[in-house]
């Protein structure tokens, strides 16, 4: 996917959405990452520069950015891992958390999304909508049939919030036997995680998935270095819910060529 390759929201949005490989917006997108990584989930990051947020995959990513318009600032990103650069980058991040074998049986091209955040001041859907259209696009023109990747809930409550959330993404969006995953380092099961109070809302991103037809694949992965609870989800492309998918998903003639 070419730097040049942009997809803009409507100007009242003040939004511009790309996918890109270039050093100056992939550290921008590391700045953001680690703002918002460091500050809400407190991680730790083991940043070797300060205030990046870079690992080793980034370098194998395409990476989807959301830029403002009228400040130029980088508002939102997530990076694509294709499985053509998976073997390169030593395979998807999500395999140190999870075990994939089962996923791997699945016929046709996985790709990974992951480092997903967004501005704390631009959460509305606008923005979500953008960097999802933005993902849509990249799957149709990469000839990706599934996407997978974790989807995080902080654990700073010690792991109440994680659990609810878990067990009600679980009671409705599960896939079947055959995709379920196990995690390498389980997260520990608390015995009164959905005693008394009422369940925590989902987060945006996380809903987000769901609605664009994702389905849990299993028990949740808790990652000490992010202080928090993953979930691996899987997305099968062509079963996009129909109301999403005519709103994401550009027209063939309007298709811009990488």
């Known amino acids: 996917m070419s730097a040049e390759h942009a997809r803009s929201a ?3 949005r003040r939004l511009k959405a790309s996918i890109t490989r270039d050093p100056a917006t992939l550290e921008a ?10 500050e809400e989930y407190d ?3 083991g940043a070797t520069t300060p205030g990046i947020d870079q690992d080793d995959y980034d370098a194998h990513c395409d990476h989807l950015v959301v830029t403002d318009i009228q400040t130029g600032q980088l508002v939102a990103t997530s990076r694509v891992l294709h499985q053509r650069d998976a073997e390169k980058a030593g395979g998807f991040y999500s395999e140190g958390e999870f075990d994939l074998s089962s996923l791997y049986q699945l016929p046709g091209q996985l790709a990974e999304l992951g480092r997903t955040c967004v501005h704390s001041d631009y959460r509305a859907g606008a923005t979500i909508s953008l960097l999802w259209a933005s993902v849509a696009e990249y799957l149709v023109l990469e000839n990706v049939d599934y996407l997978i990747g974790c989807a995080s809930i902080s654990m700073a409550d010690g792991g109440h919030k994680a659990w609810r959330i878990t067990q009600q993404l679980q009671q409705r969006y599960m896939t079947n036997k055959a995709q379920r995953v196990s995690p390498r380092r389980a997260l520990p099961h608390l015995t009164n995680a959905t005693e008394n109070g009422q369940n925590p809302d989902i987060p945006p991103l996380i809903r987000a998935y769901m609605r664009l037809g994702a389905r849990v694949c299993g028990e949740p992965c808790w990652d000490p270095e992010f202080r928090c609870a993953d979930l691996l989800v899987l997305l099968e492309v062509k079963k996009l819910a129909s109301r999403y998918s005519r709103h994401f998903m550009p027209p063939a003639t309007e298709t811009s060529s990488c």
């Not at 997108?29 to 460091?38: D, G, T």
Request: glycine letters at 0%; proline letters at 6%; charged letters at 25%.
């Open 43 to 45: 991680s730790d990051l």
């Open 10 to 12: 409507s100007p009242a």
């Open 29 to 38: 997108a590391q700045r953001l990452r680690y703002r918002i990584f460091s």
